[in-house]
């Protein structure tokens, strides 16, 4: 796993918490392909940078620890509107976000924007206890604010295992954002509905690339 921060020129537009960008790196022996990345920094009306983070299993993100510091790269973005979505309900609808493996990345951004101003359960579920890169930062933050509940797993998240970390005000209430993959997210919101939330309570946006 590799943390990526790139400095935006003055230009640049502000991105959301949630957002996706994708990159292009201009250095000297490194593909100048275009590749999406989710924001894992809050939102800035005025960002001096933003931060990635990137799983290293592909060929070419198995190299993003070969680019080297103040390396030009292009962007192609933000995209992406899970900040919109949640700002259009009421201030104090609770949040539900549930990741997969990396792509905890995104809900980092919307925790840092959103702690202490909305209730949130972040879930996490990891392929092995190594891949939970964040749980200090997270665990310490649940120390911190009591309207952060988190918790984190290896091996997927169980309908029988949802019904115990979720409240029945969330069940009715809450705004729910699950990120992964096609298949796993249309299996935990397919476990959700089984325990009484709404389709309308979900913030489904897939990026076709």
Do not use: N
Request: charged fraction near 20%.
């Amino acid at each position: 796993m590799q943390e990526v921060t790139v400095k935006l020129s003055s230009q640049a537009s502000p991105y959301q918490a949630g957002a996706v960008y994708f990159l292009s790196f201009r250095g000297r022996g490194i593909p100048a392909e275009w590749h999406p990345f989710s924001v894992a920094s809050a939102s800035q009306a005025a960002p001096p940078e933003v931060k990635l983070v990137i799983d290293r299993v592909g060929d070419f993100t198995k190299r993003i620890g070969q680019v080297p510091p103040g390396c030009p790269v292009i962007l192609q973005g933000p995209f992406g509107r899970f900040e919109q979505e949640i700002e259009a309900t009421a201030p104090k609808t609770p949040l539900v976000l549930i990741a997969m493996g990396v792509w905890i990345a995104p809900l980092r951004s919307l925790v840092q924007r959103y702690v202490g101003k909305r209730p949130i359960t972040l879930l996490w579920s990891v392929h092995v206890p190594t891949e939970r890169y964040f749980e200090g930062e997270f665990k310490d933050l649940a120390k911190r604010e009591a309207t952060f509940a988190y918790h984190s797993q290896v091996g997927r998240l169980t309908k029988e295992r949802l019904a115990t970390l979720l409240t029945e005000s969330e069940r009715v209430r809450a705004k729910v954002i699950v990120v992964g993959s096609a298949q796993g997210v249309l299996a935990i919101e397919g476990a959700l509905l089984g325990l009484g939330f709404k389709k309308r309570q979900f913030i489904d946006e897939r990026l076709t690339i």
